[in-house]
């Protein structure tokens, strides 16, 4: 048995509550959040219509780059008539 501890029984235990309580206050700046929040501006449309642009130029070079390259990275394949440089040489 556990000494120290007061056993204590179920029906003299008191559930305790706690009433809730209201958030505290906002602070007077909404955090920028204002009437004008989520609104672009014309500058805003125009950035993004010249990155529009940038992408489009840059898959069109990407696209003939990609059609430049080779259909193989393989080294073309010797030809069998060749004599083969490993053969020793008349003389040595």
């Known amino acids: 048995m556990i000494t120290g501890l007061a056993r204590l029984d179920p029906a ?3 559930a305790q509550t706690q009433t809730p ?3 505290p206050a906002g602070p007077a700046d909404p955090g920028g959040q204002g009437e004008d929040f989520g609104k672009s501006s014309p500058l805003g449309f125009l950035i993004l219509v010249l990155f529009f642009v940038a992408v489009a130029f ?3 070079s ?3 780059h990609l059609k430049r390259l080779p259909e ?3 080294p073309p394949a010797e ?3 060749e004599p083969a ?3 020793a040489k008349p003389g040595k």
């Open 12 to 14: 003299d235990t008191i």
């Open 79 to 81: 030809k069998a008539a």
């Open 21 to 23: 309580t209201p958030p």
């Open 62 to 64: 990407m696209t003939k």
């Open 85 to 87: 440089e490993s053969e």
């Open 72 to 74: 193989s990275f393989d």
């Open 58 to 60: 840059l898959v069109r």
